[in-house]
C-alpha cells in the first residue's frame, strides 16, 4: 500500500509543481561576438524604384547603383564602393563624392542612432549595437519552418522608429526586419534569406529583399565575397 501511495503521489507532484518555467529569450542571445567588420559585392537583382522611393527616397537612390563593394567596421563605419563614385558614413557624419557629375556633399545626420549603418543591416546584432538598443521580448512565431522569438527594439525615448527584429535561434541573425513609424504602422519590411557560414559561427545572409507598407517586393540584393574581420584602415571611413 505505501509503495502505491508513493508511485501515486510521484505521478500527481508534478502537476502540483511543475518546477521552473522555461527561460524568456533576451535580444542579448542573438549578439554575434565574433565579428568586427565584413566586406562584400553587392548587386542589385531587382529594383522597382517606384515601390521603393515609397518607403526612402533613399532606396532608390543606392539601388540604382547596381554593382557596389560594401564595407562595414565597428562601430558604426560604412562604405560603399560604386564605378560613379563613393558613400561613406562615420557615426552621424556622411559623405558623398561622384566625381563625373561634379558632386561632393558632406553633411550631419544627427543624434538619432536608428540613422546610422551598421551590421544591423546585413542581419547581424553586435555587441556594439546592442548596448545602444531598448529591446522587449514580444512572442514567437514559425517563419520558414522554425520557431523565432520575436522582440520589438528602439535606440532611445527620443526617437520615434521601432523595429520588430525575427531572430533565428540557431544561426544567431536576424530573420526578418520590420521598420514601424511613430504610429505603429509599417514602413518597410527586410527578409534575411540564404545564410553562409562566412567564418566560425559567423552566418551572414546572402540575400535581402524589402517590401514596402503595401507588401509589394521592392527590392532585392545578392551579396557574394563575403570577408570578415580583415581589419581595415580606419581612414577608408574617414568622411573628409
Known amino acids: 500500500m505505501l509503495a502505491l501511495n508513493l508511485r ?10 511543475p518546477g ?18 565584413l566586406e562584400a559585392t553587392v ?3 531587382k529594383a522597382d524604384l517606384a515601390q521603393l522611393e515609397k518607403i526612402n527616397k533613399d532606396f532608390g537612390i543606392l539601388y540604382r547603383l547596381r554593382d557596389v563593394t560594401i ?13 560613379l563614385g563613393v558613400f561613406i558614413v562615420n557615426g552621424s557624419m556622411r559623405f558623398l563624392k561622384v566625381p563625373q557629375l561634379g558632386l561632393k556633399k558632406r553633411d550631419d545626420m544627427g543624434a538619432e542612432l536608428g540613422k546610422r549603418h551598421s551590421l544591423l543591416d546585413v542581419g547581424l546584432i553586435t555587441p556594439t549595437r546592442l548596448e545602444q538598443m531598448r529591446a522587449r521580448y514580444v512572442r514567437s512565431e514559425t517563419v520558414r519552418g522554425l520557431v523565432m522569438p520575436v522582440f520589438e527594439v528602439s535606440f532611445s525615448q527620443s526617437e520615434t522608429a521601432k523595429y520588430l527584429l525575427w531572430l533565428d535561434p540557431a544561426k544567431k541573425l536576424v530573420a526578418r526586419r520590420r521598420w514601424l513609424d511613430n504610429g505603429g504602422d509599417v ?9 553562409v557560414e562566412a567564418a566560425p559561427g559567423i552566418w551572414i545572409p546572402t540575400r535581402i529583399e524589402v517590401r514596402n507598407d503595401s507588401a509589394a517586393l ?13 581589419d581595415p584602415e580606419d581612414s577608408l571611413f574617414s568622411a573628409d
Open 187 to 195: 514602413r518597410a519590411t527586410f527578409d534575411y534569406l540564404e545564410p
Open 71 to 83: 564595407r562595414y567596421k565597428e562601430p558604426d563605419k560604412f562604405r560603399v564602393d560604386s564605378r
Open 218 to 230: 521592392a527590392g532585392a540584393t545578392v551579396y557574394r565575397d563575403l570577408k570578415v574581420n580583415r
Open 43 to 45: 548587386t542589385v537583382a
Open 8 to 17: 501515486i503521489l510521484a505521478s500527481v507532484l508534478p502537476l502540483l509543481w
Open 20 to 37: 521552473p518555467s522555461p527561460r524568456q529569450p533576451e535580444l542579448g542571445d542573438f549578439a554575434v561576438k565574433g565579428i568586427r567588420d
